[in-house]
């Protein structure tokens, strides 16, 4: 078990250069890339804001404002009537002005050693703002997750052994509602009913503590924190537990239906004995394996409406934000490390493997 250990955790590396070697190619052919925006923001015709010139000193902006000559030179189309020089600044402050192949190598270079460098349009490392919505994307997937499957798995083996009865008909019916009604859906209805909507007032609609969450105790901090994550973490786990639901029903449905457990059946065993030593090893492998895929899409994919409508920012919003503003150093960060985390799940996952079912060797395969 040890060398297989080590192979997956060395493939992790190949893995790793493949997928940030694609996207790093694919951005830089893309159009609308930061130092475009740049130029949009000088001329007055970009979304204004977090303008890209506020990183520029006051010299240097003078300097570039008042340059709005030339510029037909420039590979970039909105750059006409812009200096040359202007444009040069610009690809210089943004690390443009360097080939291709070396911004690549460099990038791998740095992300060897997780450095991921600054924001382009945030005045800030790229660690810090991960670090600093972390929290948040841990608060909503760690809770919401854990209760999914504290939920569904056992609801799930309870279907599967009341197959066709009164319990499995009424739940299969929550199940569907669950299923065909989104998560931010059941966000923007929980708002409605208990957030100050129309109805009544009881939980905070945005924001992960209070603004006084400094000053209360210990146990006061604890309350408020669940008090805040109490709506955001229903909406998901009410979006979420249909399809871990059926999957594990499914799944231990098509085992009691073998022939081994009728064999066992025959042979005198209990229904429980059958359940827990015999079906619950084969019928979780399924489970297990999709693990990785529901971690990565509860923890940022399916974050992201739902930060959105509470007001948290997490990473999920943080990636959107940094992809629609090109921002390239939060942009690819996330995605390493996104990546990253999915394949240790899935090395995790497969250790799994073999605590469910002994059976399973992985150093027999070839």
């Given at each position: ?7 997956r ?15 790093f190619f694919?951005v ?13 923001n ?27 000559l030339?510029?037909?030179g ?13 444009i ?9 002005d360097k080939?291709i ?14 450095n991921?460098?600054?924001?382009l349009?945030r005045?800030?490392?790229?660690l ?20 999914i ?51 009544l ?6 924001g ?5 969450f400094?000053?209360l ?12 994550l109490?709506?955001p973490?229903l909406a ?18 098509d ?6 457990v ?8 209990t229904?429980?004995?059958i359940?827990?030593?015999?079906v ?6 399924i ?5 990785p ?7 940022f994919?399916?974050?992201?409406l ?17 992809t629609m503003?090109?921002d390239?150093?939060v ?10 985390i999915?394949?240790v799940?899935?090395?995790?996952s ?17």
């Amino acid at each position: 078990m040890l060398s297989y250990i080590l192979r997956r955790l060395l493939l992790i590396i190949p893995t790793l250069w493949a997928i940030i070697t694609i996207n790093f190619f694919i951005v830089q052919i893309a159009p609308g890339g930061p130092v475009e925006q740049a130029i949009a923001n000088m001329q007055g015709i970009g979304q204004g804001g977090s303008s890209a010139l506020q990183r520029i000193s006051g010299s240097e902006a003078g300097d570039l404002g008042g340059a709005r000559l030339v510029g037909e030179g420039s590979t970039y189309r909105g750059a006409r009537g812009l200096d040359p020089q202007v444009i040069a600044e610009i690809e210089k402050r943004y690390g443009f002005d360097k080939p291709i192949g070396v911004r690549y190598l460099t990038m791998l270079k740095n992300y060897a050693t997780f450095n991921f460098g600054d924001s382009l349009f945030r005045g800030r490392t790229v660690l810090e703002l991960i670090g600093e919505r972390f929290p948040v994307s841990i608060s909503l997937g760690l809770w919401s997750m854990l209760i999914i499957y504290l939920v569904s798995i056992p609801l799930g083996i309870r279907k599967a052994v009341k197959n066709g009865a009164k319990f499995d008909t009424w739940t299969s019916g929550i199940i569907i509602v669950g299923n065909a009604i989104p998560s931010f859906l059941f966000a923007v209805l929980l708002i409605v009913l208990f957030s100050g909507g129309s109805f009544l007032k009881i939980f905070p609609l945005r924001g992960l503590f209070s603004a006084n969450f400094a000053e209360l105790s210990i146990g006061g901090k604890i309350l408020d924190y669940f008090w805040h994550l109490c709506l955001p973490t229903l909406a998901m786990v009410i979006g979420g537990f249909a399809s871990l639901t059926m999957l594990t029903k499914n799944s231990f449905l098509d085992e009691i239906n073998k022939q081994y457990v009728m064999t066992a059946r025959a042979k005198g065993l209990t229904e429980k004995s059958i359940l827990t030593k015999h079906v619950f090893q084969n019928a979780m492998l399924i489970i297990v394996s999709g693990f990785p895929a529901a971690f990565i899409g509860i923890f940022f994919t399916g974050n992201l409406l739902i930060e959105t409508i509470f007001s948290l920012d997490g990473l999920g919003l943080l990636g959107l934000e940094s992809t629609m503003q090109r921002d390239y150093p939060v942009f690819f960060a996330t995605l390493y490390i996104f990546t990253l985390i999915g394949l240790v799940l899935s090395l995790l996952s497969d250790l799994m493997y073999t605590i469910i079912d002994p059976r399973i060797d992985f150093e027999k395969r070839t």
